[in-house]
């Protein structure tokens, strides 16, 4: 939403996003420089098929409503308004592409230096990284497009047209033997980029609502759903939401409720200042344990310091979400107070900064230090996002206005988690080649154990003794 | 005519929502469409809204297509299930709507329907926190934070108390004086009474009794 209040933040918090996904997740790749051997031949071919596969996937998701996720309200009064759809869509679809683009980045890194970690090397980085961080771009605009042209009548034929053109010179790229990493490739992939955000631009002005409120009606009854537990109501409901017919309800389908003592386990609760201090204390100990007796150059230390950073963020942090008079995960952005705005924007910013410090530091570096940067990077990136998750960010606020507060508490704890693991799991996956089960000893493993679980039977038991006093 | 229908057909896979050969609402008007559910009501008037197309068939609002931009700037719509927005006050709401339509809050309508609905105390709060009649109060005040002279009700009096039944139907009225084309569907007695035109339906056709037009 355009308020004057959220923009400072909002077109910060872009900004960060665009950094991450340009400069610094190529740069990570780069990280690795001379570590490994620089030559690399076998999987080219197939990325370029990735890459084909990468644009038709817009194409099919257009067809299945496209990549716009925005709430009834958003439909009804936003769109609903003589506001032009282009100017209303294209910010969202922005953010949406730099999220898959960086997304793209990290997954093609990681699958080719896991599928041929011999011959990775630093120019292999950037190329592949420049590469999929293209097609994913083309493929949310062409997804977009692809919606327009599938759902209004006036469009069909002059931008369909212009899809099959797009999708035909990526086609016909590879099968010309272009590779697409490599310099020639990824100029073509650039055209094909700017032309897949002209076409989606051009055709968002008149962009249909129709498939945009039959998804938002199928979330908000997923919503609904959800709070009420119904599994199965759930699973016809995504499926509703992403067009696809339902399928039978019939007990073959039947969930039982194995998620429930996990769910129960990530809800926002508000604990008593004794055991915040007990748990604070509990993963202070176990950072302290791990540096005293981990090697920090091993993968699986580093992966514990993160998670202790995680967990150690979410309490300091809640304890600045008190302040400033939020509820845990309850975002009142846009209303926001500047309070909360300058803590969203100094956080972001304060990431931002440190990454780009360390990729500064490792680019120019040697090795041993730009693991080190690694390590930094990941266990900053806990914090961060711990703090971040209490405090909020713009695009919490949309996963707010869309699926409630409820659901965000439990999607940005998901979030907070998975986001800092999946940059360890990188690290620990290519640097220190922990897949090849590196020489580690049972006692660190063992121990790594203990305080994980101990750390985590301490920050849910209050909750546990909350959930069966309220049952009883 | 400020909207008109003509031979529109709704298609949900095999089943036919809506069948509508001749349809027409006049400014000025307060009609009802009543019929059993399942008759097609919301579907029509989510039609006229511009989100949902006819599968086929003609939809005009001054002449423009349902979701054109000039039948964006005169259709409000008031759906079922009330559709605000969670992180914003109502108040709030109300100011960010009509700055989409490039006026002030205080020279739409929704003053006077807070007055009517007495919802002052609403301003402040944010739907999470409202119960179901309030949330309904506010959708209701929130359709009205903008011009418009065709307005489109869905259910509107589901959930709001007797009173709040009583004010909602005359601020209608009094829409209805100012030239605007009010198009409600419901079950409620004293919004169908108080309508100048019914139009009734069955199984997504009009029904030949009543006193609909077509």
């Given at each position: 939403m355009l308020t004057p209040s959220s923009r400072l933040g909002d077109d910060l918090y872009r900004l960060y996003l665009a950094c991450l996904a340009w400069f610094f997740l190529p740069f990570y790749g780069a990280l690795f420089n001379e570590v490994l051997p620089s030559e690399w031949s076998q999987f080219d071919e197939a990325f370029d098929i990735a890459v084909i596969f990468v644009c038709l996937a817009g194409v099919w998701s257009g067809v299945r409503g496209g990549p716009f996720m925005v709430s009834r309200a958003v439909i009804l009064h936003e769109l609903g308004s003589p506001v032009s759809r282009r100017r209303l869509l294209l910010p969202w679809l922005v953010r949406q592409a730099a999220a898959w683009a960086m997304a793209a980045a990290v997954v093609a890194t990681v699958v080719i230096v896991l599928a041929d970690q011999e011959s990775f090397g630093y120019r292999v980085a950037l190329m592949i990284s420049l590469a999929a961080i293209l097609?994913?771009?083309?493929?949310?605009?062409?997804?977009?497009?692809?919606?327009?042209?599938?759902?209004?009548?006036?469009?069909?034929?002059?931008?369909?047209?212009?899809?099959?053109?797009?999708?035909?010179?990526?086609?016909?790229?590879?099968?010309?033997?272009?590779?697409?990493?490599?310099?020639?490739?990824?100029?073509?992939?650039?055209?094909?980029?700017?032309?897949?955000?002209?076409?989606?631009?051009?055709?968002?002005?008149?962009?249909?609502?129709?498939?945009?409120?039959?998804?938002?009606?199928?979330?908000?009854?997923?919503?609904?759903?959800?709070?009420?537990?119904?599994?199965?109501?759930?699973?016809?409901?995504?499926?509703?939401?992403?067009?696809?017919?339902?399928?039978?309800?019939?007990?073959?389908?039947?969930?039982?409720?194995?998620?429930?003592?996990?769910?129960r386990h990530v809800a926002a609760v508000q604990h008593s200042l004794v055991w915040h201090g007990l748990r604070l204390g509990a993963f202070t100990t176990a950072m302290a344990a791990l540096f005293w007796l981990g090697d920090l150059e091993q993968g699986v230390v580093a992966l514990g310091l993160a998670g202790c950073a995680l967990l150690i963020g979410i309490e300091?942090?809640?304890?600045?979400?008190?302040?400033?008079?939020?509820?845990?995960?309850?975002?009142?952005?846009?209303?926001?107070?500047?309070?909360?705005?300058?803590?969203?924007?100094?956080?972001?910013?304060?990431?931002?900064?440190?990454?780009?410090?360390?990729?500064?530091?490792?680019?120019?570096?040697?090795?041993?230090?730009?693991?080190?940067?690694?390590?930094?990077?990941?266990?900053?990136?806990?914090?961060?996002?711990?703090?971040?998750?209490?405090?909020?960010?713009?695009?919490?606020?949309?996963?707010?206005?869309?699926?409630?507060?409820?659901?965000?508490?439990?999607?940005?704890?998901?979030?907070?988690?998975?986001?800092?693991?999946?940059?360890?799991?990188?690290?620990?996956?290519?640097?220190?080649?922990?897949?090849?089960?590196?020489?580690?000893?049972?006692?660190?493993?063992?121990?790594?154990?203990?305080?994980?679980?101990?750390?985590?039977?301490?920050?849910?038991?209050?909750?546990?003794?909350?959930?069966?006093?309220?049952?009883? | 005519m400020t909207v008109v229908l003509s031979d529109?057909?709704?298609?949900?896979?095999?089943?036919?929502?809506?069948?509508?050969?001749?349809?027409?609402?006049?400014?000025?008007?307060?009609?009802?469409?009543?019929?059993?559910?399942?008759?097609?009501?919301?579907?029509?008037?989510?039609?006229?809204?511009?989100?949902?197309?006819?599968?086929?068939?003609?939809?005009?609002?001054?002449?423009?297509?349902?979701?054109?931009?000039?039948?964006?700037?005169?259709?409000?719509?008031?759906?079922?299930?009330?559709?605000?927005?969670?992180?914003?006050?109502?108040?709030?709401?109300?100011?960010?709507?009509?700055?989409?339509?490039?006026?002030?809050?205080?020279?739409?309508?929704s003053q006077q329907l807070i007055d009517a609905l007495d919802a002052s105390s609403l301003l402040t709060k944010f739907p999470r926190a409202m119960s179901k009649g309030q949330r309904q109060k506010s959708a209701l005040i929130v359709a009205t934070a903008r011009p418009f002279d065709v307005l489109l009700l869905d259910e509107p009096t589901t959930a709001l108390d007797a009173g709040s039944r009583t004010a909602l139907v005359a601020a209608i009225e009094s829409f209805v004086d100012d030239g605007v084309s009010v198009i409600s569907s419901t079950h409620d007695d004293e919004l169908i009474d108080a309508a100048q035109l019914q139009v009734?339906?069955?199984?997504?056709?009009?029904?030949?009794t009543g006193d609909e037009e077509e």
């Open positions: 097609a994913a771009w083309s493929a949310v605009f062409l997804a977009a497009a692809t919606m327009v042209a599938t759902h209004e009548r006036t469009r069909a034929y002059r931008t369909g047209v212009g899809i099959a053109v797009i999708i035909a010179v990526v086609v016909g790229a590879v099968f010309a033997g272009v590779a697409l990493d490599q310099w020639r490739g990824i100029a073509i992939m650039a055209v094909v980029a700017g032309a897949s955000t002209a076409l989606a631009v051009e055709a968002l002005a008149e962009a249909p609502v129709e498939p945009l409120w039959r998804r938002a009606t199928a979330v908000e009854s997923m919503r609904s759903s959800l709070q009420q537990f119904q599994f199965q109501r759930v699973l016809v409901d995504l499926r509703n939401a992403t067009e696809q017919p339902p399928f039978s309800r019939g007990s073959r389908w039947a969930w039982p409720g194995l998620a429930l003592p996990l769910w300091v942090s809640g304890a600045v979400a008190a302040t400033a008079d939020q509820l845990p995960f309850i975002v009142h952005y846009p209303k926001g107070s500047g309070r909360v705005l300058r803590g969203q924007v100094l956080t972001s910013v304060a990431i931002a900064a440190v990454l780009g410090g360390v990729v500064v530091v490792g680019a120019i570096a040697n090795q041993p230090r730009a693991a080190a940067g690694i390590m930094v990077v990941s266990v900053v990136g806990a914090l961060g996002a711990a703090v971040q998750a209490r405090l909020g960010s713009p695009d919490v606020a949309k996963l707010l206005a869309t699926f409630g507060p409820d659901m965000v508490g439990n999607v940005l704890w998901a979030r907070a988690l998975l986001g800092p693991l999946l940059v360890v799991g990188t690290t620990v996956a290519v640097y220190h080649q922990f897949l090849r089960l590196d020489p580690l000893s049972g006692q660190l493993y063992l121990l790594i154990g203990v305080l994980l679980a101990t750390a985590a039977v301490i920050s849910t038991a209050s909750l546990e003794v909350a959930l069966k006093r309220n049952q009883g | 529109v057909r709704m298609l949900f896979a095999d089943v036919h929502a809506l069948r509508i050969d001749s349809l027409e609402f006049d400014a000025g008007t307060s009609t009802v469409l009543v019929g059993p559910n399942g008759a097609g009501k919301s579907t029509l008037l989510l039609i006229v809204a511009g989100l949902l197309q006819a599968t086929t068939g003609r939809v005009r609002i001054h002449g423009a297509e349902p979701g054109s931009v000039q039948a964006r700037s005169s259709v409000s719509f008031a759906p079922d299930q009330p559709a605000l927005f969670d992180d914003l006050t109502v108040a709030d709401q109300l100011t960010y709507i009509a700055r989409l339509h490039d006026v002030d809050v205080a020279s739409t309508r009734h339906l069955v199984e997504g056709r009009l029904a030949p």
